[in-house]
């Protein structure tokens, strides 16, 4: 069974950087994407990133193309988000989700299985 755990969420100060991380465990041929959203309160929760399992192709909504970094390590079933220099906007909880496809990312329909979220807390 397909499972997801995200870490490193927290408080980030001005200027610093973040590492979310998504730990995938159990992972079978079903799971060919990951996908990173968030949702902030009171707001939607939004596609920020994916990438495909094999072929490490990737794909990233305009408003943080840039500044977030999608990668996954094979070895170690994980896929991490990178956040540079986080904003207040930014703060928000952060969901990675499993897919069968790559092709696509944008819609939460596509993905089938959700971690549980972390939080990423950006003050002003």
């Known amino acids: 069974q397909v499972e997801l755990v995200e870490s490193g969420g927290g408080l980030v100060q001005a200027g610093d950087s973040l590492r979310l991380s998504c730990a995938v465990s159990?992972?079978?041929?079903?799971?060919?994407?990951v996908g990173w959203f968030r949702q902030a309160q009171g707001k939607e929760r939004e596609f920020l990133a994916a990438i495909g399992w094999s072929l490490g192709n990737t794909y990233y909504a305009d408003p943080v193309k840039g500044r977030f970094t999608i990668s996954r390590d094979i070895a170690n079933n994980t896929v991490d988000l990178q956040l540079t220099s986080p904003k207040p906007e930014d703060t928000a909880v952060y969901y990675c989700a499993a897919a069968r496809t790559i092709y696509v990312p944008k819609p939460e329909t596509t993905y089938d299985l959700w971690g549980q979220g972390s939080q990423v807390t950006a003050p002003s």
């Open positions: 159990g992972r079978d041929s079903t799971t060919n994407a």
